[in-house]
């Protein structure tokens, strides 16, 4: 069984700010981790997806989230947040091929708000 | 590539009908799978199908039902639908079902 743990249902930051969105994940096998985004009444965007290789994975709007096996974690970063940042950000993970088992479990989302 | 379209992109029902929602994968991807997003539950898995086989299958009533056709296009099925039905239903493509694009969803309101 999977499941992924968002903390902070509601982040606020300055334009230029650090952006720093937390996700933990749990899993009895290697897992996929994933980053969408979702603007209002639009689908969900790729940010970024780890599978293996490089734990540090650099994603799209310059977005990267670095996994972490020991914590458990797959935060999502961004050195300056811009206005256009704004909207809510899913944390998802799902099963490494085996069992071809890929669905997504999704944490709650974040909603980021970014202040001018 | 053209991304993944799902049609209609918003619906209205009574309680009691049925609904077929339709999607269409990015061209060459062989697997579609369907979620829910709503208010309260937040997003959740439906179904995966892959070459015209359910090959996953969420923990939802059997009113859902979704197939796959042989150019990998998905419908998906709700029958008898109930207020709590009312959500966004995205649908999602992949190649092999590991990196999952999404459409832009079909709002569905039940009255």
């Known amino acids: 069984a999977q499941s992924v743990t968002q903390l902070g249902s509601h982040v606020s930051v300055s334009e230029g700010a650090l952006v720093l969105l937390r996700c933990n994940y749990s899993?009895?096998?290697?897992?996929?981790l994933f980053w969408y985004v979702q603007y209002p009444n639009q689908g969900l965007q790729l940010l970024l997806k780890?599978?293996?290789?490089?734990?540090l994975v650099k994603g799209i709007n310059g977005f990267e989230a670095e996994f972490k096996k020991s914590e458990t974690s797959f935060h999502l970063t961004k050195p300056s947040a811009h206005m256009s940042d704004a909207a809510e950000y899913f944390c998802?993970?799902?099963?490494?091929?085996?069992?071809?088992?890929?669905?997504?479990?999704f944490g709650k989302g974040t909603l980021l708000t970014v202040n001018p | 590539k053209a991304g993944v379209t799902q049609t209609p992109r918003y619906l209205i029902k009574t309680r009691g009908q049925q609904v077929t929602l339709s999607c269409s994968p990015i061209?060459?991807?062989?697997?579609v799978s369907w979620y829910q997003q709503t208010p309260g539950q937040g997003l959740q898995f439906l179904f995966e199908?892959?070459?015209?086989?359910?090959?996953n299958k969420g923990n939802f009533p059997g009113r859902f039902s979704g197939r796959q056709f042989s150019n990998s296009r998905s419908e998906m099925n709700v029958s008898t639908l109930e207020l709590g039905d009312s959500a966004l239903y995205l649908c999602?493509?992949?190649?092999?079902?590991?990196?999952?694009?999404f459409g832009p969803g079909t709002r569905l309101t039940v009255l």
């Open positions: 999602a493509s992949s190649l092999y079902g590991d990196t999952q694009y």
């Open positions: 899993s009895s096998v290697p897992p996929y």
């Open positions: 780890y599978t293996t290789g490089a734990t």
């Open positions: 998802a993970v799902s099963a490494t091929s085996g069992g071809s088992n890929y669905k997504l479990t």
């Open positions: 061209s060459g991807h062989r697997s």
């Open positions: 199908y892959f070459s015209e086989t359910q090959r």
